[in-house]
């Protein structure tokens, strides 16, 4: 999915843009407490157009040497969302491992499923990926459902798999096998 794909509501998935730096900024800002549970500590610059820049820069270089794949979810000018496959390896692996979030105003109306479900697509027709890995923390049981709903399947718990909101935290990892779904 290199295009633009209707979500609902008006929210639609795009592939991250070079100018989405301030939005992004503003985006993290706003939903700093929202994350705060989820993701990796994140130091003052984080919020930062500077730094958003710098970041879309290495994400969109990334995506040319074919190593990660960054979209986002937008309402108009704002980004209200991302959705990534990291860590693509190619080979005889051909797997991605998948992170999201949807903007803490948004949640609860299918957009991170809709989002989850066009990225396999895409994962599948366009990426030529055979294989999506994704991790969520034991508790993150709406994290759990998005995943199950899109066709992944539990894997097992990895003890202090990632460092989140400062401490090597166990997650539950899911997969899922693209060319079944
Ligand atoms: C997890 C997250 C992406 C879900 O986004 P969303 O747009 O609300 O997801 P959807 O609306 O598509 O689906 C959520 C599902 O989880 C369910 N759910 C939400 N919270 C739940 C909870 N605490 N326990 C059980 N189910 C829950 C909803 O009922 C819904 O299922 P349903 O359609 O069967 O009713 C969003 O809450 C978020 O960004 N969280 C913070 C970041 C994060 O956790 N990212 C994922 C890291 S692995």
Redesign the pocket.
Known sequence: MTGTAELSGGVVLRPLAPDDAEALAQAYTR?RD??R???PRRAEEFFTTSTQARRVRDMLQARDEGRMFPWVLADGDRIV?SVNVNDIVLGAFRNGH???????A???????????REVCRAATESLGLHRLQ????LG????????R?CGFTEIGVAAQYLLIDGAWRDHLLFQKILHDG
């Open positions: 939903n929202h994350l549970r989820w993701e969302g998948l992170g999201y979030w949807v903007d803490g948004l949640t609860g109306r299918g957009l991170a499923t809709a989002a989850v994704a991790g969520t923390l993150n049981h709406g994290s759990q459902r998005v995943l709903k």
